[in-house]
Each structure stands twice: as structure tokens, then as C-alpha cells.
């Protein structure tokens, strides 16, 4: 068998070595993940509602490692809130986990399995594609990093409050106490106190990290591949 030329074999090798280092960033980011969802540092009680930093590791991986891996790693992000909420109930935990009843029934509603994944499962696409789009017409190098993290934690805020929305509104209402027409302005509420606080951090956050993180992959990895 003839031998390969000798820059195919470099890219050969270069190429294992990058899926060693997509390997290796994937576990470090889902151990992250889990560290943060077994601290109090990942779930911060605000009132009836916690804000998390679980949602960055999830957008850095989302921009490093492509929209696939993201998502395994906003997967693994639901299943750490679904788990939090089985295993720790709090007065919402019934729109993420449908083993917890419902105020004013004795069950709980499956479609909370909707709100404890999907979210968190776009939390680790929807920043990878945000960030290439802006790459492509960005000035600034630091921009496009800036509007995928922003991205990713709005759109866990913005889906998830949505969703309790539309299909536990009045559960919502009888389990805070609040009047079932100013629920929509409670909402709004904690977009605006949790998400936005949310969204400048990851943003922040994500820019810086990504950036070295962004380079050292460049360096071990075959281009086009």
C-alpha cells in the first residue's frame, strides 16, 4: 500500500487530535454544568423564581463546539433542572417536572417536560448561528460573541416564561398569589429583573471566554473539516 503524502498524514494526525480536544472541551463543559446544578450557584433563588448561570457553559459550548454538541449540553442542562425540581420541589417546580401535581389538581402535566428541555436544548443552538451570522457582516470581532450569548439567554428566558404562559397561566397565578389578569405583567416582570441581568452576564462572559478558547481550537483543527 502506498504511503500517504506527508501533509495528508499531518492532517490526518491533526484531525485526531481535534476531536480529542472537542472530547475533551465537551466533558469539561458538561462537568461545569453539573457542578453549577449541584451548588447553589447554578439555581440563585430570587423569590418564587431562580435565576441560573447554568445556561453559559451550554452557550460557550454551543459557539465552540457547533450547534450538535450544544444541544447534547442544553439537554444535559434540562436534565439537571428536571432532577433539581423532582428532587427539591419549589412553589413552580410543576412547570418543569410532570411528576409534580399541578395547584388545584392532584397530577402533574406533561408538558412540562416541554419547558424543562426545550428551552435548554435552543440554548445550545440558537448562539452558535447567531454568532456566524453576525460574524459575517461584524466590524468588531468581540460582537458576534457578545450577540450569541445575549441570544442563548434570552431565548431560555423568553421560551420558558412563554410557555408557562400559554399553558400554566392560571396555575401560575393560583401558585404566586397573583391576580389571573396580571399574570402578563408578572411575566414581564421577570423577564425584565431575571432575564435581562441574565443575558448581559452571559454575553459578557461568553466574549471573554470563547475568545482564547475560539483560538486554541483553531489550532487543532483540520480546516474544512
Request: proline share 6%; hydrophobic share 55%; aromatic share 8%.
Amino acid at each position: 500500500m502506498a504511503a500517504l503524502p506527508e501533509q495528508q498524514q499531518g492532517e490526518i494526525k491533526l484531525n485526531k487530535k481535534s476531536k480529542y480536544v472537542d472530547f475533551v472541551l465537551m466533558a469539561l463543559f458538561a462537568a461545569v454544568i453539573l457542578v453549577l446544578a449541584l451548588t447553589p450557584v447554578g439555581y440563585i433563588r430570587i423569590g418564587l423564581i431562580s435565576a441560573t448561570l447554568i445556561h453559559i457553559p451550554v452557550i460557550i459550548g454551543s459557539v465552540i463546539l457547533g450547534p450538535k454538541r450544544g444541544a447534547v449540553l442544553g439537554g444535559i442542562f434540562g436534565l439537571t433542572s428536571f432532577i433539581m425540581n423532582f428532587m427539591t420541589p419549589g412553589v413552580l417546580s410543576f412547570v418543569f417536572c410532570p411528576f409534580i401535581p399541578v395547584p388545584g389538581t392532584s397530577r402533574g402535566n406533561p408538558l412540562a417536560i416541554v419547558i424543562c428541555f426545550l428551552p435548554r436544548i435552543l440554548v445550545g443552538v440558537v448562539p452558535y448561528y447567531v454568532y456566524r451570522l453576525m460574524k459575517k457582516t461584524a466590524k468588531n470581532e468581540y460582537f458576534p460573541l457578545l450577540a450569541g450569548g445575549a441570544a442563548g439567554s434570552l431565548v431560555n428566558t423568553l421560551l420558558v416564561m412563554g410557555l408557562i404562559y400559554l399553558i400554566f397561566k392560571n396555575a401560575y397565578a393560583a401558585a404566586t398569589g397573583v391576580d389571573s389578569n396580571a399574570v402578563t405583567a408578572a411575566i414581564i416582570g421577570v423577564v425584565l429583573m431575571n432575564g435581562v441581568p441574565e443575558a448581559v452576564a452571559a454575553a459578557l462572559i461568553n466574549a471573554a471566554v470563547c475568545k482564547p478558547l475560539l483560538r486554541f481550537r483553531e489550532k487543532n483543527t483540520v480546516r474544512g473539516e
